[in-house]
C-alpha cells in the first residue's frame, strides 16, 4: 500500500495502487531496483515492473495526477512468453 501526501499542504491522497486487493502489483522491496519514478515538478508517475492479475501484463505504467487522483495515461507491456529466452 502506499499513499501520496502533498508537502506543502500535508494533504493525503490516495495512490494509483489503491491498496490491499488491487490488480496492479509493484516491488517496492529495499533490495530491487528502483521501481517507481516521480519528481517534485510532475504529475506524472511511472511504474516499471509493474503487472496486473496473475501478473501475465508486466510492463511500465504511466500514471497522471490531476484534480486530487491518478489517471492511467499510457502503458507499455513486455512479452514474457521468450522471457529468459536468447
Known amino acids: 500500500m502506499m499513499a501520496v501526501v502533498d508537502a506543502v499542504t500535508g494533504k ?3 495512490s494509483p495502487i489503491p ?3 488491487t490488480d496492479l502489483y509493484v516491488s517496492t522491496d529495499v533490495m530491487s531496483e528502483k521501481q517507481i519514478d516521480f519528481r517534485p515538478d510532475s504529475s506524472l ?3 516499471r515492473n ?3 492479475g496473475a501478473r501475465t501484463e508486466c510492463g511500465v505504467y504511466y500514471f497522471n495526477f490531476k484534480n486530487g487522483h491518478f489517471d ?3 502503458r507499455v507491456l513486455v512479452d514474457l512468453t521468450n ?3 536468447k
Open 12 to 14: 493525503v491522497y490516495g
Open 19 to 21: 491498496g490491499v486487493g
Open 45 to 47: 508517475m511511472v511504474f
Open 50 to 52: 509493474a503487472c496486473r
Open 72 to 74: 492511467l495515461v499510457k
Open 83 to 85: 522471457a529468459g529466452q
